[in-house]
């Protein structure tokens, strides 16, 4: 047995609670990983409501204890990472079975708690400018909530490329996103100035009429791509706008982890719970005014 932090029906954050569970037994492609830390995000509670009681979260870092059969890229004893499946339990609990596909050698240097928090806000940021952005050393970038949870590895990603990075920011983190790479911060709150040059790509992690707004920055030919929400009509009827949903990438993972190893990436830690204590990482996930991801340490000895 082992405990695992589950979500019960109705849903939301007082359904939540720390169970007792069977280990699960990985099946064919699959590896049994030992988790060491696991990350939450805002409003995954809503995600799993149509089979409930279901285990939260979907990052971790861990090592491997088991696997289902010979696999020449995993062997037990391995420090991994991950985003898994959105369609099936998750991994806030002391053991999880992961597709063997998902799992990427661990970033040297992080400790699993920075790990945990990298994959899925690592892998939205990559295939928001890299994918479906298609940004090039050289482009003008905008991010809209450039030091935000995704927006904050957008930044340090859109520089690393190349890019002119154009970010929006509060006048409390203006400072960090200019540390993080941002060239230019603008106030969200306050309209576009007409001497800021027109955009290749705008990046979008906050959604409302900021993301509205940000088109008129658009040159000819320029695309946006959201993760917050989709596009109002009057903005993809003018422009080439895409919305998307993240996808658990093993190589991109592997990309993420060179970045993270040699400091050119570092996910912000906002805090940091145990695992008898998930529902107050769940109230802080929910709370205004993080500076980074929540993560649970389900093991403390790695």
């Known amino acids: 047995m082992m405990r695992a932090v589950r979500l019960h029906p109705p849903g939301g954050i007082d359904a939540l609670s720390v169970d007792q569970v069977e280990v699960p037994q990985p099946g064919p492609g699959e590896a049994l990983v030992r988790v060491h830390a696991a990350a939450v995000t805002r409003d995954e509670l809503d995600w799993p409501t149509d089979r409930l009681p279901a285990i939260v979260s979907y990052e971790l870092s861990g090592v491997i204890e088991e696997v289902a059969r010979a696999d020449g890229d995993l062997a037990v004893g391995d420090e991994v990472f991950a985003l898994t499946g959105f369609d099936r339990d998750g991994v806030a609990a002391e053991h999880a079975s992961v597709s063997a596909a998902f799992l990427a050698p661990k970033p040297l240097g992080l400790s699993h708690v920075e790990s945990a928090a990298l994959p899925l806000a690592g892998l939205t940021a990559w295939q928001g400018l890299f994918v479906?952005?298609?940004?090039?050393?050289?482009?003008?970038?905008?991010?809209?909530?450039a030091a935000g949870g995704v927006g904050h590895l957008a930044t340090q990603l859109a520089r690393w490329r190349g890019a002119h990075v154009i970010g929006t920011a509060s006048a409390g983190a203006a400072e960090l996103a200019r540390g993080l790479g941002a060239d230019q911060i603008l106030d969200p709150g306050v309209p576009f100035d007409k001497s800021v040059e027109p955009v290749d790509l705008v990046f979008d992690t906050v959604g409302g009429a900021v993301l509205a707004r940000s088109a008129d920055l658009l040159r000819d030919g320029g695309r946006l791509v959201a993760v917050a929400e989709e596009p109002p009509p009057e903005v993809a009827q003018r422009v080439h706008a895409t919305y998307?949903?993240?996808?658990?990438?093993?190589?991109?993972?592997?990309?993420?982890?060179?970045?993270?190893?040699?400091?050119?990436?570092?996910?912000?830690?906002?805090?940091?719970?145990?695992?008898?204590?998930?529902?107050?990482?769940?109230?802080?996930?929910?709370?205004?005014?993080?500076?980074?991801?929540?993560?649970?340490?389900?093991?403390d000895h790695g």
Do not use: C, N, Y
């Open 132 to 145: 479906h952005g298609e940004l090039q050393e050289g482009d003008r970038v905008l991010i809209l909530g």
């Open 244 to 299: 998307f949903v993240v996808e658990p990438d093993r190589q991109q993972l592997v990309e993420l982890a060179k970045l993270a190893a040699d400091g050119t990436v570092r996910p912000a830690i906002d805090s940091v719970f145990p695992l008898e204590d998930a529902r107050s990482a769940f109230e802080r996930v929910m709370a205004s005014g993080k500076r980074g991801k929540v993560v649970i340490e389900v093991d």
